[in-house]
């Protein structure tokens, strides 16, 4: 009789009342429903060599531009010598994903220059109001590939590419493990 009174109580009991918005479990754990399942998110800042600056990890579910100052902001680069960490990189290539006036005005404050290609809704809207379009410096947004390499050395250890660790900080120490591994002379 213990054991079923237990098993009721449980949180995530079926039986359990819900308190808050509809979560699942896995709340807090770096986890969200998308396309495939449960999954989760790397979002990664490299330099021109593909080695990783800075990194978050969120839920499936999450829009890359959320976590765009995040990591901007995780991005400390240590100098020879003397003086504080540089935290401004000369220039940010991203995909369509990072296209919005948020973050172009972000990094314009922040005197970064940036290579990001516009959505289409965008530059339709730009058209209809007249204004000029977003120049795109093609011979710079082709090294964005760096990145992706970068992922897909990380994704080489199996336990990074499937997760099978339950807890968000585990996985995290993994990817920060793999991380590392990549600064490693060869």
Request: hydrophobic share 30%; proline share 5%; net charge positive.
């Amino acid at each position: 009789m213990v054991d079923r009174l237990r098993r009721l109580d449980h949180r995530a009991g079926p039986s359990a009342r819900r308190r808050g918005p509809k979560r699942g479990p896995w709340t807090g754990e770096a986890l969200g429903r998308s396309r495939g399942g449960l999954s989760t998110k790397i979002h990664l800042a490299c330099d021109g060599q593909g080695r990783p600056l800075a990194f978050t990890i969120t839920g499936g579910n999450v829009n890359d531009c959320t976590q765009f100052e995040p990591v901007m902001a995780r991005i400390h680069i240590k100098r020879y010598g003397p003086g504080r960490p540089r935290t401004r990189p000369l220039r940010v290539v991203g995909d369509k994903g990072y296209s919005s006036r948020k973050i172009r005005s972000y990094l314009r404050r922040r005197g970064i220059a940036c290579t990001i290609p516009e959505r289409v809704d965008q530059i339709n809207g730009r058209l209809r109001r007249g204004e000029s379009l977003c120049r795109l410096d093609r011979e710079v947004y082709r090294r964005r590939n760096v990145v992706e390499r970068c992922f897909n050395r990380l994704k080489q250890n199996k336990a990074l590419a499937t997760r099978y660790d339950k807890r968000a900080r585990h996985y995290k120490a993994l990817v920060t493990l793999a991380c590392l591994r990549l600064w490693l002379p060869s």
